[in-house]
């Protein structure tokens, strides 16, 4: 984790702090570590940590972040969390410095510039955004924010709990989760890949986005956040194409001396890409061939079978399906594969 600089601290007054403090535990332990003792916990991952304590009819909470754009965002998802876990139930939520009802610092205004196809399923767009270089640390992903067709778009701001003020009714925004895959600071332009998936019949706003896109057509970006490039000489990559610009990402920024071996899952041949990368890169596409995307087990296998002559070190990153995601999560558990060598990604679901 990265020096903690930022702090702020926060009292929520929920009907019942116990079951308020095993709630964000139970929320959080799928994507950040938690430590858990009596009455306290420390949620952390590489946006910051929070301290937490329940005493007094109350729940303490003292975030710690590297940026202060990061300590924002930790504000806003623990807010967010405990308003969800509270339902109807009565919750006030308090910050040493209350947030004024004002832009979010990390969002940022987009136009696209052009749009492409990279292999028959992906299209990329590339975006012009004033304040690129917001996007190069703090994560590889970022809430892609679309304006509802035909309306001048309304953003999101921040109210004085830490939440999100979402636009509602006709200005709501449709928000999918998409990786930068490259930056371009000096164009001040960034490049998204969208994978243009099956539906099963389903609308699908991200991928139409892409698909529909126009020079000049405007949208919201917020981020970055999500997960940056893990620091390990020896990696096991995996995913399947939704993963692929952020695999491609990591590979780009991994510098020499360093190995990774990646299993990357695609349609057919023709929806492969080259992959740049100073580090040893050994490349292993695995095809469906007809097969649904999220049911082939073929990511899980291929770690399965490479982390047993992997080193202990290895570092294995995951970004797939969900049910695909939790074999992969479930064969590490089952191995003992230290935790914090790993960061598995749920990217998608299949209909249930
Ligand atoms: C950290 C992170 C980073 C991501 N980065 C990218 C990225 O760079 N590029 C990218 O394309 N996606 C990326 N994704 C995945 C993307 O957010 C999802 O695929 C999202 O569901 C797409 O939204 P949609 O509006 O197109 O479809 P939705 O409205 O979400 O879903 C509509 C239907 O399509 C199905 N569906 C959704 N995605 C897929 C898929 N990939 N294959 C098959 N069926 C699918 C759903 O099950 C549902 O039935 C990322 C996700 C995460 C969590």
């Avoid at 709630?23 to 420390?42: I, K, Q």
């Avoid at 910050?95 to 492409?116: C, G, N, Q, T, Y």
């Amino acid at each position: 984790m990265m020096a903690e600089r930022f702090t702020l601290s926060g009292t929520a007054v929920p009907v019942d702090p116990a079951r308020m403090l095993d709630g964000l535990c139970a929320r959080f332990v799928e994507h950040s570590d938690v430590w858990r003792s009596g009455n306290t916990a420390t949620l952390a991952n590489h946006s910051g940590k929070a301290d937490l304590r329940s005493e007094g009819g109350q729940l303490s909470i003292e975030l710690s972040c590297p940026t202060a754009a990061m300590l924002q965002m930790v504000r806003n998802v623990i807010a967010e969390h405990l308003f969800m876990i509270a339902g109807d139930e009565p919750l006030e939520l308090t910050w040493a410095d209350m947030p004024k009802p004002s832009a979010l610092p990390d969002f940022r205004e987009i136009r696209v510039v052009s749009a492409s196809n990279v292999t028959p399923h992906m299209r990329r767009l590339t975006i012009a955004c004033a304040d690129v270089a917001h996007f190069r640390d703090g994560g590889l992903h970022v809430r892609l924010l679309i304006p509802p067709k035909g309306r001048a778009p309304v953003w999101p701001s921040t109210r004085p709990d830490g939440r999100i003020d979402w636009p509602k009714g006709e200005d709501e925004l449709t928000v999918r989760i998409y990786t930068i895959r490259s930056i371009d600071l000096d164009r001040r332009e960034m490049d998204i890949d969208f994978v243009l998936h099956d539906t099963c019949g389903l609308p699908m706003p991200g991928a139409d986005f892409a698909q529909n896109a126009r020079p000049g057509d405007v949208a919201g970006l917020l981020g970055p956040g999500g997960g940056g490039v893990p620091d390990a000489a020896d990696m096991i990559l995996a995913g399947d194409e939704t993963a692929l610009p952020a695999i491609s990402r990591i590979a780009a920024e991994m510098p020499a001396g360093s190995r990774l071996v990646a299993f990357v899952e695609v349609e057919t041949e023709a929806e492969e890409q080259p992959l740049v990368s100073a580090a040893t890169l050994d490349i292993r596409w695995l095809h469906r061939n007809g097969a649904a995307a999220g049911t082939t087990g073929m990511l899980e296998k291929a770690i399965r079978s490479e982390i047993e002559r992997a080193s202990p070190d290895t570092f294995v990153w995951a970004g797939c399906e969900r049910s695909e995601a939790k074999a992969i999560r479930d064969l590490l558990k089952a191995r003992g594969h230290d935790r914090q060598r790993s960061s598995i990604g749920s990217y998608w679901q299949r209909p249930q």
